[in-house]
């Protein structure tokens, strides 16, 4: 058979997404430039931790402790971020070289900022579930991202997701499949186009009880290695290891990709 070469670009059905973003040799997860590197790959979405800090500020960062270099001693220092202010957290150097300059950890509203002028949806995992919940989607609106978002509840459940649609009328959510199940979501009618479940178990059981649950289907740490088994499920979102050059596995998959 003649080889066939489609003249523009595949159109996707899923989203992309980059976890904490994309890294390199030096740059950091759940920096402004692993976030910026996400876009420059392709990445329809990043996914970024929002957490409060002593004084009320939004940074995102992953663990409930922030360890980075202090500018001023060069040394390493570990703080807890619900007792530290935002200042001092977003004063610590994560990275530092020539292509990327200083990386530091940004604010939720940073970020955001960032997706705005970008066109990227941000993933926001809400560390604190349903407790910064009215904090968070104050920063999504003040940004401009209303509709933009994807809030990850960790099981802060159906009446959370009802207190930030009042708000935020088109966002959308994501959670476990154990938390978002058609029993639990039953106040929640547009579940279809509203929340995703996110799996790692790509066997056509739990795929299917997901699908049961109306929601639509994300599959996450994906991999080259393991890319062609979740495409078989036709997920509405990938998510990739901020490690995973998802521009190349998606590039690799089209081009080799039989249709008929």
């Known amino acids: 058979m003649t080889n ?6 595949f159109h996707k059905c899923w989203l992309t997404s980059a976890h904490r973003g994309l890294v390199d ?23 970024t931790d929002a957490r409060m800090s002593c004084d009320g500020v939004l940074i995102c960062n992953h663990n409930a402790t922030a360890v980075g270099t202090d500018p ?28 990327w300059g200083t ?8 970020v955001l900022h960032l997706a705005y002028n970008t066109g990227m949806i941000v993933n926001i995992d809400m560390k604190a ?14 940004c401009g991202m209303r509709g933009r978002v994807i809030y990850a509840t960790n099981g802060a459940g159906a009446e959370t997701i009802l207190q930030i649609l009042r708000r935020d009328a088109d ?12 029993e639990k979501l039953a106040e929640i009618e547009d579940r279809n186009r509203r929340c995703f479940a996110y799996t790692g178990d790509f066997s056509k059981e ?29 997920p509405d979102m990938c ?17 080799t990709l039989k249709l008929f």
């Open 103 to 110: 990386q530091t950890i940004p604010t939720l509203e940073q």
């Open 4 to 9: 066939l070469t489609r003249k523009t670009p």
């Open 171 to 182: 966002a959308r959510f994501i959670d476990t499949p154990s938390n978002y199940t058609a």
């Open 129 to 142: 579930g349903a407790k910064d919940a009215d904090a968070i989607v104050d920063t999504v609106l003040r």
């Open 206 to 234: 739990n795929i299917d009880m997901i699908r049961k649950s109306g929601c639509m289907l994300a599959l996450i740490s994906l991999r080259p290695e393991n890319f062609r088994d979740a495409m078989v499920h036709h």
């Open 72 to 99: 001023a001693t060069g040394e390493t220092v570990t703080y807890t971020v619900a007792e530290t202010n935002a200042e001092t957290l977003c004063s610590l150097i994560l990275s530092r070289d020539e292509k």
């Open 239 to 255: 998510e990739y290891l901020h490690t995973s050059d998802f521009r190349q596995i998606e590039t690799d998959y089209f081009d």
């Open 25 to 47: 040799d030096v740059l950091k997860e759940n920096t402004l430039a692993a976030f910026y590197n996400a876009y420059l790959n392709g990445a329809d979405m990043i996914e």
